[in-house]
């Protein structure tokens, strides 16, 4: 019993990081906490539906095409939105703010287009094949869930780590101002990472779809939330932080709906950032930010 | 009066509801006017919803009592957590008083006095339309003499410059605690009251939605002066009324409208300065 529920856990944490990745990416590098995130993520999941019952295309060109779609969305977000604030120099909430009209905006659109009903993959593109280990039943779904997390997250640490615009991104991450000083083309990474960003919450909306097999315009908003509190457990702005932070909120959600109740699995997740807030603000394995006023 | 009378039995509950969403947008400016972004006072209405239709519920107390109780029971909740909580600030107070808000949402649906996700249904109508102006009109003067008073200025100073204002001698905690709990007590009768007409309440009317849209009309009307937020409390609640054929689109408008504010009117509808100048421009039009 106890594995089937780490098999749970981590096919949901994985997507949990995934998700939170591109969140923390863009408040890391832009300043912006973008709650428009959980919609993008929702938009990413109606696309590859779409995709798939409109198109006939096979699972993973939606998955592609999800991903391009939701990428497109938070490229037009910063260029039409976040720019313009930037140019005027905001105070750092304005921007938040705007990103919340954008959220309500798509979730209204979505509802619009699509209607509020529950909507589902056909069977005949899911992923099939389940088979045991042990007492563990596995489904194929869950090891390509996991899978393409995994390999998707190592894809961006690779490009952070190793490559010219990884280094770029964290010197903008550091001070933009001296990033720009420095030759590096500011306002190109702004666009860049807002696109690989949504593009990361887009496949996250495919792949929690395809695992609960079930589509809503308001899926956004719980996992919106999740992002938060995997972003503050983490620390914000903090890349490792968030995979540790989403396969941990997976975990406790996944146990405390197991053994406790299962409402009561949000609440753990909520009263867990609520404390880590008032605690340690910098996240679990944050260095201690300076105080800003 | 016979047109007043068949407007009333339409409209009475759409006026009732501007009359709470100005109390809710006036309490969220109480806190924005202390530079705090929270998210909590969606929550802080539940509390006092909820506390208020059990009094009347269960104990039967008189209205005025009940009304205070569900400003007092939020206004208590703000103290315990404020102190801790209003360390923060920016961005992550705006975490925090969101995770705060959903722990209240989650609570009130697994509580079992609370009637859990259904909610509590049945509670007596109680609240008049004077109640609604009588309290709106006292806490509009109440903020007036508060922003013109010593610690309105306090907030004023610690909105703009926190460093500066502690520098100044002014003890920043305790105004910001006074700020947000004051805001939690407004929130809380706006609360009571509104319970107190719809016959109903859930959890799901004090999520995350709401207190966004509760940030949303403070936005739009603007928050450098009172007349703001109610100018924007009015138009997001009657917007919905006129734009029913758009049916599942309608809160695509809301969205939009809190996107265009927030990138052409960064000081939202009602800017003081810019409404003198266009008189001054109107009357200078007549010489």
Request: hydrophobic residues 55%.
């Amino acid at each position: 019993m106890l594995e089937q529920q780490l098999l749970n856990a981590l096919t949901l944490g994985s997507v949990y990081a995934l998700f939170a990745l591109g969140f923390t990416l863009v408040f890391g590098v832009l300043a912006v906490i973008n709650l428009s995130h959980g919609a993008v993520f929702m938009v990413g999941s109606y696309a590859a539906l779409a995709m798939v019952s409109h198109l006939n295309a096979p699972l993973w060109v939606a998955m592609l095409g999800a991903m391009v779609v939701s990428g497109t969305i938070g490229l037009l977000v910063d260029v039409l939105v976040l720019k313009p604030l930037r140019a005027r120099n905001a105070p750092h909430l304005i921007p938040m703010i705007a990103t919340i009209g954008v959220g309500i905006m798509l979730t209204s659109a979505a509802q619009g287009l699509f209607g509020a009903e529950v909507l589902r993959f056909p069977e005949d593109v899911m992923p099939a094949g389940e088979f045991m280990v042990g007492d563990v039943h596995v489904r194929a779904l869950e090891i390509a869930i996991v899978a393409i997390a995994f390999l998707l997250m190592a894809v961006l640490f690779t490009i952070l780590k190793r490559t010219q615009l990884g280094r770029a991104l964290r010197a903008i991450a550091e001070s933009p101002k001296a990033a720009y000083l420095l030759g590096i083309n500011v306002e190109g990474l702004f666009h860049i990472t807002s696109f690989v960003a949504a593009a990361l919450g887009g496949i996250a909306g495919v792949l929690i779809g395809l695992n609960f097999n079930a589509i809503t315009p308001f899926m956004g908003q719980p996992m919106l939330h999740k992002g938060i509190a995997v972003i503050i457990l983490g620390g914000m702005g903090d890349i490792r932080g968030a995979l540790i932070g989403g396969l941990f909120l997976g975990f406790a959600e996944v146990i405390s709906k197991a053994y406790l109740s299962s409402q009561m699995g949000d609440a753990v997740a909520f009263g867990l950032l609520f404390l880590i807030l008032l605690v340690r603000p910098s996240g679990l394995f944050g260095r201690k930010l300076e105080r800003k006023a | 009066m016979e047109w007043f009378n068949d407007f009333w039995s339409t409209y009475s509950t759409l006026v009732f509801s501007v009359g709470v969403h100005a109390l809710l947008a006036l309490s969220i400016w109480l806190t924005l006017s202390c530079g705090l972004l929270s998210l909590a006072n969606a929550a802080f209405m539940g509390v006092g919803a909820y506390v208020s239709a059990l009094l009347t519920l269960h104990l039967e107390w008189s209205f005025g009592s009940v009304l205070l109780a569900g400003g007092i029971a939020p206004t208590l909740v703000a103290l315990i957590i404020g102190a801790p909580v209003l360390r923060l600030s920016g961005v992550y107070l705006a975490m925090a008083t969101l995770a705060f808000g959903e722990v209240v949402r989650i609570t009130v649906l697994n509580l079992e006095i609370t009637g859990g996700p259904e909610g509590l249904n049945g509670i007596p109508l109680a609240t008049e339309g004077w109640h609604i102006a009588l309290i709106l009109a006292v806490t509009v003067y109440g903020l007036a003499r508060l922003r013109r008073s010593k610690v309105g200025r306090a907030f004023e100073a610690i909105k703009e410059d926190e460093v500066a204002a502690r520098l100044m001698g002014i003890n920043v905690d305790r105004y910001k605690l006074l700020a947000f709990s004051l805001g939690a007590f407004i929130a809380g009768v706006a609360g009571a009251l509104n319970a107190h007409f719809t016959f109903f309440i859930s959890p799901r009317e004090y999520g995350f939605e709401n207190a966004v849209d509760i940030l949303t009309m403070a936005v739009l009307g603007g928050t450098s002066s009172l007349i703001g937020p109610m100018l924007g409390s009015s138009i997001l609640t009657l917007l919905p009324e006129l734009l029913r054929s758009l049916q599942d689109f309608r809160s695509l408008v809301n969205g939009a409208v809190l996107v265009l504010v927030v990138l052409f009117l960064p000081k939202g509808l009602w800017e003081s300065r810019r409404i003198r100048a266009f008189f001054k421009r109107l009357k200078g039009g007549q010489a």
